[in-house]
């Protein structure tokens, strides 16, 4: 018997704000809201089962094919993978990436060489190779306002939502790497052996936009 469609699902703020779209979208979700520890689960109406994973192993499911859809990031995207189909712009999750750096440090300012720290060294690699600039990438895994804050690096490139965390911990955007959303992402093989369901489920959730 063939499996069900099987979605990978951002855990966290991402999962948070696809639940209420999925209902929206008219799929039942008590079973989704109500996991417990559970890592596979299926919509209530059974039409696909979700997975729920880390922003980095949603891509690796969908690129693997262990998934046929994943719901993630535009941030993850551009900094782990791209042997995917990208079918839709989900309208939730939106926050910038920007270069932020202590106030007044005037970051691109003098000769000296520049330390960033970063999640995604990919995307701060990419941003200042644009700009013909050498700038040293280091990787942290977590907080990395704690960067310049410790004194280790000149300014960071993350993710801004309300702009809280740059305010409380002294920091200024200087500039804006890219614009950033939940994209629906769908595997390859995939969608040409499931394309009607595949497509259901898009068009659905596509409908289902806050901003629609
Ligand atoms: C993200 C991001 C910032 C913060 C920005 O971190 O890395 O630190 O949110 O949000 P704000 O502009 O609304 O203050 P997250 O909370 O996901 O935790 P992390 O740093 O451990 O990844």
Redesign the pocket.
């Known amino acids: 018997m063939q499996r069900k469609i099987r979605m990978a699902l951002t855990k ?2 991402i999962e948070k704000a696809i639940i209420p779209m999925l209902e929206k979208a008219g799929y039942g979700c008590e079973g989704l809201k109500d996991k417990g520890r559970k890592l596979i689960i299926p919509t209530d109406g059974g039409e696909f089962e979700v997975v729920f994973a880390k922003a980095a192993d949603v891509i690796t499911y969908v690129e693997t094919g262990a998934c046929d859809i994943g719901i993630v990031g535009k941030d993850t995207i551009m900094e782990n993978g791209s042997s995917f189909y990208e079918m839709a712009d989900l309208g939730i999750g939106r ?1 910038r990436m920007v270069l932020a750096a202590p106030k007044d440090a005037n970051f691109f300012d003098g000769y000296a060489a520049r330390t960033v720290a970063s ?1 995604y060294p990919k995307i701060a690699a990419d941003y200042f190779a644009r700009k013909q600039m050498d700038v040293k990438v280091l990787k942290i ?5 704690l960067g310049p804050v410790l004194g280790i690096t000149d300014a960071i490139v ?9 305010a409380e911990n002294g920091l200024e955007v200087v500039e804006t790497v890219c614009e950033v959303s939940t994209r629906l992402i769908v595997n390859i093989a995939s969608l040409k052996l499931h394309k009607s369901s595949i497509e259901e489920i898009v068009d659905r959730l596509n409908a289902a936009r806050e901003d629609k």
């Open positions: 966290g703020r926050c999640k895994e977590g907080s990395v306002e993350d993710l801004v939502e309300t702009g809280k965390t740059l």
